[in-house]
């Protein structure tokens, strides 16, 4: 199975050169022969690839150790979902899961346009394989999973113990399947400038494009956040690590693009801005992936040294290049109606929220990119680390959040100061009423005070957004608070799931402003000692060392603390942390110490132990409270259901009716009445 | 147009080579997953005359959250000492930050020793001064260029709008100028209606 898919990847290299070659050529020559036959092309490419992957499994199911990249990636005894999750757990695998989902979302892509958009899908098409054939020629040629070893070592080296962990094992697909979904995207922008037809057809295609990559991005970045809040056991869930910021630069700016998306579907305008986001989208999913796999930035995310750095650097100016000059020789067809009624309107808050969210993108960048530039210029390393980030990005993100707040109260084309006037008096009043409420409770840092005002704002758009709307089908339907609900959201659910999304955003940064009072307790404890101290919320916690235990597990010595906790006099559950070393199956340690950590989540906070280490019968952990965490899961979630609700499929008829309704004039309507 | 494309080409071919060289660079260092525990060099001053520590616990815990750890864990001193035992590196930093400290030194003098001794890269984030200051200003000057930028092209825009309007007037889709604010009102409410 190893030699069919060592082979499978070959003949899909040679497909993709066919696909390319066809699509290309048929969508130049305009012969529906050619484009077909590109299609198919593409589809065999990706059957191919598929073989390649099932292949590759097989090896690591079977431990095929004669594959170099099964024995450096799995042993005999890592337990089969990891065998099963070191598909992407190291360069080689990654890259052919990463040929994987393109080749799946490229098939895709080609066969539901298959009857639609038939003067663009040849340089799709075209497109879309290109790309794949970059990544199948890399993997192949730079980074090949299927290459052998001279000799068949008795066991593997067995998977990094951080990515032993149900986490590891849906994080990196989740993000793999948010960046390539960038590129389908791309490959429609990539068609409409060479085709000139530059009008809102190609948005619409790519829309829903646009968001399964990001509702993946959501939930793959979230789902690192909790990996590292896990695994990583130094009790925090970002830490704007370089591969961290990688995959939050696409989602900036795929952010930033849904909500463009909409003002150039309204009204026409943002013709080259909404291009420049589509390419940048996917062109910051490759720098990203560079990133990662260039080993030019030290993260403690990166693969190990590779060639393929090059590759990807090559790539990315090519890309770069290609869209550079066909923007620049379609220029005039980018141009757009370019009025605005008001300047303050829908619009235009969308516009700012544009400018922020590309704003925070460009400060990420800049802070991830800044060491290179300083030892270029200067000759001198320096560290960008979380001060320089945060010192950045808060004050950014506390804008942002306004305007998630202002946006939707703020009519489009034209809004009357009536109209603003009643729109803000809620969300105003609840914003300064929970500012005002925390003030007096005793908080006095301003970001965590800012952060939960402007998230009471919010909080009151959206709220006042639903009352509305559920009010107006109560009357207009007779329905009950439950059904107005769920049809208010089933009949618009781009508007709605959009509010729901809001809302994930406002718990999120809420939880994410209760780390401010994030409290550290470092503490030896020998069998029987007891540590006390009161929580962020006044709460008297009580731990008590139940001694250290050593034992052996599956595949790892296992040194262990237990600490019974208790809170306020009531006894609470075994608190336990783990320091795991690892062995293969002849007993020889593999990679260092790994850390478990023990949490107790409660919806106020998390307790979080860390066993730093043991000296003898003493053991030294860290004791933390982390205030709002559970909620930054939660917000995550609500987000990527709030983003799976805007894209759900809806007729045509059902779409929001926008401008088709015309003002009649007021003689009219009265005339009617 | 032939001469322009030619120096594309030319102009994007330089760039791609000066990044797949940084790259290929890039190949030659160490792998940077793996912690470098001989990273550690000492950081040593003698202690001052009738030396009195300047720095309580808590002080010299965020001293340390202000030190990089060496061993490209990418975690500052304090973090990586109390949650990581394997790493040798940041408890030995640590020793050298008890002994500043008992040498009557403060977080300023301690940072720049480090720094004398490692370079910038012992700090968690880059110092103030010179070149850095780009760093730091950039993201904010780009920010607000680009708002200014985008308040002029709405004000643009509009006036766009107002001069265009009576063209606009009798079309579909649109709402005739001189409309007043009422009647804006009652639009809204429509197009709410029309959703529901």
């Given amino acids: 199975m190893t030699l069919v898919g060592e082979l499978s990847l ?44 099932v292949g590759l499994w097989t090896a690591l199911i079977t431990s095929d150790f004669s594959v170099k990249y099964v024995a450096s990636y799995t ?54 394989a290109a790309v794949l054939l970059f990544f199948v020629a890399a993997t192949v040629i730079a980074s ?23 986490a590891m094992a849906i994080h990196p697909p989740m993000l793999y399947l948010g960046y390539v979904a960038t590129s389908i995207p791309f490959g429609f922008a990539i068609a409409a400038l060479i085709t000139r037809r530059l009008d809102a057809e190609w948005l619409g295609a790519v829309r829903r494009w646009a968001l399964i990559s990001w509702v993946f991005l959501t939930l793959g970045i979230t789902l690192g956040m909790w990996w590292a809040y896990i695994e990583l056991g130094w009790g925090g869930y970002w830490m704007w690590d370089p591969v961290e910021n990688a995959s939050l630069l696409p989602w900036l700016t795929g952010t930033a693009f849904l909500h463009s998306i909409m003002i150039q579907e309204k009204r ?33 995310h990166s693969f190990a040294q590779s060639n393929i750095g090059a590759w990807f650097a090559w790539f990315l100016v090519l890309a770069i290049g290609v869209t550079v000059w066909l923007v620049s020789i379609r220029l005039k067809d980018l141009e757009s109606k370019a009025e605005l009624e008001a300047m303050i309107s829908r619009e235009a808050a969308f516009l700012y929220n544009n400018l922020v969210l590309v704003g925070i993108a460009f400060s990420v960048l800049w802070g991830t990119l800044f060491p290179i530039l300083s030892e270029a210029v200067r000759g001198t390393k320096i560290t960008v680390g979380e001060s320089f980030f945060n010192a950045v990005n808060v004050p950014l993100g506390l804008l942002l959040l306004a305007l998630t707040g202002i946006g939707p109260l703020i009519a489009w084309r034209r809004a009357s ?56 089908r109560m009357r207009m339907h007779g329905e009950n608070v439950l059904f107005a609900f769920v049809n208010l959201v089933a009949r618009n659910r781009r508007r709605y799931g959009g509010y729901i999304v809001h809302a994930g955003i406002v718990i999120l940064f809420a939880a994410f402003a209760g780390m401010a009072f994030k409290q550290e307790h470092d503490v030896t404890f020998a069998d029987g000692d007891t540590f006390k101290t009161k929580d962020p919320f006044g709460r008297e916690w009580t ?13 790892r010595d296992v040194v262990a603390v237990s600490l019974r906790p208790t809170v306020d006099g009531v006894v609470q559950p075994v608190l336990t942390s783990e320091k795991r070393q690892h062995f293969d199956t002849r007993g020889n340690p593999t990679f260092q110490e790994a850390t478990e950590v023990g949490i107790m989540s409660f919806a106020r906070q998390d307790v979080y132990l860390v066993l730093a280490g043991t000296v003898g019968d003493r053991a030294e952990v860290r004791i933390n409270f982390n205030p709002l965490v559970a909620w930054v899961w939660i917000g995550g979630i609500l987000m990527a259901v709030g983003g799976l609700i805007v894209m759900w499929p809806q007729e045509e008829r059902q779409r929001q009716g926008g401008y088709r309704t015309e003002l009649q004039p007021q003689h009219a309507e009265a005339a009617t009445v | 147009m032939s001469l322009d494309r030619r120096e594309f080409l030319v102009g994007l071919g330089g760039i791609a080579t000066a990044l797949a060289v940084r790259g290929v660079g890039a190949q030659q260092q160490p792998n940077t997953a793996n912690m470098q525990q001989d990273a550690y060099r000492a950081v040593f001053l003698p202690a001052k005359a009738g030396a009195t520590p300047q720095l309580d616990n808590l002080q010299r815990d965020a001293l340390e959250k202000q030190l990089k750890c060496q061993c490209t864990c990418v975690l500052d001193v304090y973090t990586c000492r109390t949650t990581d035992f394997s790493c040798g590196v940041s408890p030995a930093m640590h020793r050298d930050v008890i002994r500043l400290v008992s040498g009557g030194y403060n977080a300023d003098e301690i940072k720049q020793a480090f720094v004398d001794v490692y370079g910038e890269v012992a700090l968690t984030a880059p110092v103030k001064e010179g070149f850095n200051y ?47 604010d009422a009647e804006l009102e009652r639009l809204q409410r429509a197009l709410r209606e029309e959703e529901l």
């Fill in chain 1, 543 to 555: 731990f008590t060392s139940e001694g250290i235990s050593r034992f052996k597990a599956l595949n």
């Fill in chain 1, 144 to 166: 090949n999973p299927f290459e052998r070893l001279e000799w068949i070592p008795p066991d593997g080296r067995g998977l990094n113990p951080q990515l032993q962990n149900p």
């Fill in chain 1, 268 to 300: 026409g305008m943002l013709r080259k801005w909404n291009v420049v986001l589509v390419v940048g989208t996917f062109l910051l999913s490759i720098l990203g992936t560079f990133i990662t796999r260039s080993g030019i930035i030290q993260s403690v």
């Fill in chain 1, 417 to 472: 100061v009536a109209n603003i006037q009643r729109q803000f008096a809620f969300p105003a009043f609840l914003g300064l009423l929970v500012g005002a409420v925390l003030f007096v409770l005793g908080i006095r840092k301003l970001s965590p005070l800012m952060a939960w005002g402007l998230s009471g704002f919010v909080t009151g758009t959206i709220l006042q957004e639903f009352y509305k709307g559920i009010g107006a």
């Fill in chain 1, 10 to 53: 070959w003949i899909a290299l040679l497909m993709g050169v066919w696909a390319v070659t066809l699509s290309f050529a048929g969508g130049w020559m305009r012969r529906e022969d050619l484009i077909i036959s590109g299609e198919r092309g593409l589809y065999a490419t990706a059957g191919f690839v598929g073989l390649a992957s």
């Fill in chain 1, 75 to 128: 042993s005999a005894n890592l337990p089969t979902i990891y065998k099963i999750s070191a598909f992407w757990g190291g360069q080689a695998g990654s890259m052919l899961f990463w040929c994987l989902i393109l080749a799946g979302y490229g098939a895709a892509a080609t066969f539901t346009n298959r009857s639609k958009n038939r003067a663009l899908m040849p340089w799709v098409t075209g497109t879309n």
């Fill in chain 2, 134 to 180: 780009v760093g730091y200003f950039a993201p904010s000057i780009v920010l607000a260029t680009g708002g200014i930028i985008l308040t002029m092209m709405l004000r643009r825009w509009s006036l766009n709008a107002k001069v265009s309007a009576p063209v606009a007037a009798g079309l579909a889709n649109s709402v005739p100028a001189g409309t007043t």
